[in-house]
């Protein structure tokens, strides 16, 4: 079994930054690729960034390039969202998740999920 738990959401600033972190348990960590995830009232969860087991082959959601960064530890069984430049429609609940195979912008690929901390930007 793997648990995720997601840390770092908070309040801030339009135009700010917050790191999110992912602690994972479970012996497996580098075999999944981690992906996460957000959800504002009324909308449907969606695709922000992945990162392969290998942690050198990210991808990311149009809407964030170049703003937020994926990135993870193998060996501290971690997974980060750097996110810069922070705007209004960024406010969401984030999810950090982990899969085994599948398409990494599809949330139903993914096999584990955090519980998800909340990001809100004011403007």
């Known amino acids: 079994q793997v648990q995720l738990v997601e840390s770092g959401g908070g309040l801030v600033q339009a135009g700010g930054s917050l790191r999110l972190s992912c602690a994972v348990s479970?012996?497996?960590?580098?075999?999944?690729?981690m992906g996460w995830f957000r959800q504002a009232p009324g909308k449907e969860r969606e695709f922000v960034a992945a990162?392969?087991?290998?942690?050198?082959?990210?991808y990311y959601a149009d809407s964030v390039k170049g703003r937020f960064t994926i990135s993870r530890d193998n060996a501290k069984n971690t997974v980060s969202l750097q996110m810069n430049s922070l705007k209004a429609e960024d406010t969401a609940v984030y999810y950090c998740?982990?899969?085994?195979?599948?398409?990494?912008?599809?949330?139903?690929?993914?096999?584990?999920w955090g519980q998800g901390t909340q990001v809100t930007v004011s403007s």
């Open positions: 479970g012996r497996t960590f580098s075999r999944y690729w």
């Open positions: 998740a982990a899969a085994q195979h599948g398409v990494p912008s599809i949330p139903s690929e993914y096999d584990y």
């Open positions: 990162i392969f087991s290998s942690a050198v082959t990210a």
